[in-house]
């Protein structure tokens, strides 16, 4: 099983609907993210968690919402979606022992709205 | 405004050769960097870092080269397979923050047999 699973794998909804995409991991990691990568843009930083009772705003949070619901759960939520949130999106976690350090991805959904 | 840049957005070398992959940034407070390859349909995967105290680090075909007092960091693979053939993604943190890293933009490394 893979340390860090995202589902679903792809997605295409429609302009206006709510989707939620999910992240669970096996890593016992506390740090979790979530980024979109668009092609020439890179990977941006949408929300992060260091742990269960903290979220954080990053780069793009506009149009999204987040949920940690345990330490192995991370959540992205797309309150009425458009089609400029189509990209690929990645979870992905970190252990807070800087020895360690170093992000594990997902293997990402890629999101298409219509 | 780009903290971290990679101005190449493609390379492509040919197999046995060396590829350069350059990086460049802009926070003097960056003390951790690394190197991240993605293939198509994967995330991205840890591949090699460099701490600020140190000037090189060597993984097999994979040396990172930092130069503090220009803001710029290399990727060298030698000798280039077509299995290298990825996007690499620069991203540096600095001690102290929040520990988020900031990624560049990513150069797609295409490897010819």
């Known amino acids: 099983d893979a340390d860090v699973t995202q589902t679903p794998r792809n997605r295409i909804t429609k302009t206006g609907k709510r989707i939620m995409l999910e992240c669970s991991q096996t890593k016992g990691h506390d740090r979790m993210y979530w980024y979109r990568q668009d092609p020439g843009l890179g990977l941006r930083l949408i929300y992060y968690?260091?742990?269960?009772?903290?979220?954080n705003k990053g780069e793009i949070s506009d149009g999204y919402s987040v949920s940690r619901q345990a330490q192995a759960k991370f959540s992205l939520s797309l309150e009425s979606a458009i089609p400029n949130q189509t990209a690929l999106y990645f979870c992905?976690?970190?252990?807070?022992?800087?020895?360690?350090?170093?992000?594990?991805f997902g293997s990402g959904t890629r999101l298409t709205v219509v | 405004d780009q903290q971290v840049k990679q101005n190449s957005p493609s390379l492509s070398v040919q197999e046995g050769r060396i590829s350069i992959l350059n990086c460049d940034y802009t926070?003097?407070?960056?003390?951790?960097f690394l190197w991240y390859k993605k293939y198509p349909a994967e995330g991205p995967t840890f591949l090699i870092s460099i701490s600020s105290i140190k000037d090189k680090n060597e993984d097999g075909r994979f040396t990172v080269f930092l130069n503090k007092s220009a803001k710029h960091l290399s990727l060298h693979i030698v000798p280039s397979q077509p299995g290298d053939s990825a996007v690499y993604f620069c991203?540096?943190?600095?001690?102290?923050?929040?520990?988020?890293?900031?990624f560049g933009k990513g150069t797609k490394l295409s490897v010819k047999p």
């Open positions: 926070n003097s407070m960056f003390d951790y």
């Open positions: 968690s260091f742990d269960v009772k903290d979220i």
């Open positions: 991203a540096a943190n600095y001690g102290g923050s929040q520990g988020n890293l900031i």
């Open positions: 992905a976690t970190s252990d807070s022992d800087r020895e360690n350090y170093g992000y594990t």
